[in-house]
């Protein structure tokens, strides 16, 4: 795709739309380019530099191309992106190369629903796309030949809107191709990528964009080609759209239209990677082809399993995807010509019965067919193995083929500029090289306490300016009334101690613990010498009512002035209003009914940026929790009475927060300087940082799901 002014560039500056359309910019010095170059227009598109340069007055560039301090910047910017092309001296120094080093030309081919890699391109729901996107931005780092294969919905998840009295309304707008910074995928004779999905008795033509993120690529798959029927046109429209019919059907485009994708590019995998269920009928392309080629069942299988990698992401039921056989017959009825009897071994690969009868389930055919499954915490782990029992009815719960390698955060996305900048003069810009060393991190005790404050201090002060100039859009945009501009932040106040809440609103995540409570929680809030706020962000699931229900149950008391304005919903959170959170806020807030958190990821890029985590022993903090780095909520009450351990730990957190946070925030030194609280947010960086890094997760899949695939000998059917 050539962007339309690309000839209206400045000669010095003609490479500003190759660096826009390569997302690798978020996490470089491109971000610093884009950021100088316009700074309104920057914030006014959301840090969208496709748009910018759309938009950007021809006097702007001129400007730039003749200013000596920006280009100083955008050659660095260049150079750094260079350094990521496969033909670079760079390429030859990363982990990948050095460490690992693989012969082939082989990738490692992961499959995901969702990704979320910018805000520009909102092809994300929640948590399990930003673990994807962290995942690919870390590949790139590392050096791993990779390539992520998704969906390109062009209405993508959706934008939040609250109405006036708390419910949540959804809005679908439409993407504008030439503002996201993708580019349809070429063939190697430079045609346009184009593949045939068979889906029910027809085929549906599935079109591949691509994004650049450094050395990797993304595919992503997209049905809106006018040679398709309208209502398969509509197929990836969207994320998470539709009913059970929809849902299957998108996921046979992924699962059989990725696996063609791939091939059509000339990219052979040696590893696929499947995140979640949705993509596993990967599977099935898979043994399609080997049926094909002469492959017998069995030999087919055991090659699919040597290659399959498998991540599974909840201990919640209905997250894991299962169709009535009858629909998964119907959809995939011209697949089953060719296979003969292996159809019916193939279903057999996902039948199970997770207690409402037997189904095709999407994690169990993912289950039979890995030889590396794994889970995203150590606790997760020990959940999915007795969870999955009727799988391997014979083995002992510690046999069960399940491992846990612990999710991480991709760092340089995720920490703070401001702190940034504290690390380079305090560790050296090497901590950009070793961020998964934790004893580098001890330096992080020699930074002097005045100075870590004032960076806190700032960070906060961004997070209230974010907030408070979108309360001001609501209010002019939709006449919103006083009280609902108080509702979304106006009155908070820049000094006092914050507590964020950000996730989606979903009912075990319990998002109204913390007004268990009312006046007991007035009262903490209220102190007039050590104020607290709270800001709430996050969305519910379209389908979810009780998530909605809780939803509208914090926006009244955002509204209700028993809370002093102080208790704030920040709408349409993503990963734009994400980064502000995880940086902004003193405290992190997670309180989950344990054990339905597999892992949880925003406390990690909370803690990392120096605001502690306060949460329930579930998933990553049920490792992550040393005693001195954050706070760990502990009613100490378990069992089927929810009510009771609701209670338990709501009187937990509330204990917490008056006996031992709120009185550590507000403890200052003779000079305003909370020194026993900047030794927890010090001890929450130095420990969290490495541990909970994606450098550190995804050398975890690099030696014990990759590598070996990669080192066994290669079949002659891939
Ligand atoms: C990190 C992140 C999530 C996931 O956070 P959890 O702690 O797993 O809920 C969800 N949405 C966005 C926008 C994020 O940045």
């Not at 439409?174 to 045609?191: F, S």
């Not at 398709?228 to 299957?248: I, V």
């Not at 998964?328 to 089953?336: I, T």
């Not at 080192?711 to 002659?716: A, K, M």
Request: charge should be negative; glycine fraction near 8%.
């Amino acid at each position: 795709m050539t962007p339309p002014d690309l000839s209206e560039l400045p000669e010095r500056l003609s490479r500003l739309h190759e660096l826009a359309l390569d997302l690798s910019w978020t996490w470089s010095p491109g971000r610093e380019v884009f950021r100088r170059l316009d700074y309104q227009l920057w914030k006014r598109t959301h840090h969208n530099p496709v748009l910018m340069l759309r938009q950007m007055a021809s006097a702007v560039l001129e400007r730039a191309a003749n200013d000596a301090a920006f280009l100083a910047v955008y050659d660095r910017a260049l150079l750094a992106m260079d350094a990521t092309r496969v033909t670079a001296v760079g390429h030859a120094r990363t982990f990948w190369h050095s460490q690992v080093k693989t012969a082939t030309d082989e990738v490692v081919a992961y499959f995901s629903a969702e990704f979320a890699l910018h805000q520009s391109l909102p092809i994300y729901a929640d948590g399990l796309g930003v673990l994807a996107g962290d995942h690919c931005k870390e590949a790139s780092d590392l050096g791993i030949p990779f390539v992520g294969v998704g969906f390109m919905y062009p209405q993508g998840y959706f934008r939040q809107r609250v109405s006036p009295d708390g419910w949540q309304q959804e809005v679908y707008e439409h993407l504008n191709w030439e503002d996201a910074p993708i580019q349809k995928a070429q063939t190697r004779d430079r045609k346009p990528c184009v593949v045939a999905v068979p889906l029910g008795t027809r085929t549906v033509l599935v079109q591949v964009w691509q994004v650049r993120l450094g050395r990797v690529r993304l595919l992503l798959l997209d049905t809106n080609l006018e040679a398709n029927q309208p209502w398969d046109r509509e197929l990836t429209a969207r994320l998470y759209g539709g009913g059970q019919d929809t849902r299957l059907q998108q996921e046979i485009v992924l699962g059989l239209g990725g696996v063609l994708a791939l091939r059509a590019l000339g990219l052979s995998p040696a590893v696929w990677h499947l995140n979640e269920g949705h993509a596993a009928f990967v599977v099935l392309q898979r043994l399609r082809d080997m049926h094909a080629s002469g492959t017998s069942w069995e030999e087919a299988l055991v090659e699919v399993r040597r290659t399959t990698v498998f991540t599974t992401h909840t201990p919640v039921p209905a997250g894991h995807d299962a169709f009535p056989f009858h629909l998964v017959e119907q959809q995939l009825a011209s697949c089953w010509g060719s296979m003969g009897a292996e159809r019916d071994d193939f279903l057999a690969l996902g039948t199970y019965d997770n207690g409402a009868g037997s189904q095709f389930n999407m994690t169990a055919l993912a289950m039979r067919s890995a030889g590396a499954i794994n889970a995203v915490s150590q606790l997760h782990g020990v959940v999915t193995r007795e969870m999955f029992e009727p799988l391997w009815p014979d083995l002992a719960v510690d046999d069960r083929p399940v491992g846990a390698i612990t999710n991480g955060v991709h760092v340089p996305t995720w920490i703070g500029r401001d702190l940034g900048e504290l690390f380079d003069r305090h560790l050296g810009a090497q901590w950009k090289d070793r961020y998964d060393d934790p004893a580098f991190w001890a330096g992080v005790l020699d930074i002097p306490d005045g100075e870590l404050w004032a960076v806190r201090q700032t960070m906060r002060e961004h997070l209230f300016r974010f907030v408070r100039e979108r309360a001001r859009v609501r209010f002019t945009e939709e006449d919103a009334g006083a009280a609902r501009v108080v509702a979304g932040g106006a009155m908070l106040d820049p000094h006092a101690l914050t507590i964020g809440f950000a996730r989606r609103f979903t009912g075990y995540k319990r998002p109204d613990l913390i007004f268990r409570d009312p006046d007991r929680l007035a009262t903490l809030i209220n102190n007039p010498r050590r104020p607290v706020q709270l800001v709430f962000a996050g969305k519910a699931h379209p389908a979810d009512e009780a998530g909605k229900h809780h939803l509208q149950n914090i926006y009244r008391h955002a509204l209700d002035p028993r809370f002093g304005g102080r208790v704030t919903f920040v709408d349409d959170y993503d990963l734009l209003v994400a980064h502000f959170l995880v940086q902004g806020c003193d405290v992190w807030l997670n309180n989950p009914r344990k054990p339905l958190e597999a892992s949880g990821t925003s406390g990690m890029k909370a803690a990392m940026n120096g605001v502690p985590h306060l949460s329930i022993g579930d998933g990553w903090w049920a490792e992550g929790y040393t005693g001195d780095n954050g706070w760990l909520i502990d009613g100490g009450v378990t069992g089927d009475d929810l009510a009771a351990v609701d209670a338990a730990d709501a009187d937990a957190l509330y204990r917490l927060l008056e006996d031992e946070i709120v009185p550590k925030f507000y403890d200052r030194s003779a000079r305003g300087v909370p020194e026993r609280w900047l030794s927890v947010v010090k001890q929450s960086i130095l420990t969290v940082t490495p541990r909970f890094s994606t450098r550190r997760m995804v050398k975890d899949y690099i030696e014990r799901a990759y590598a070996p695939a990669f080192r066994r000998p290669i079949g002659s059917n891939r």
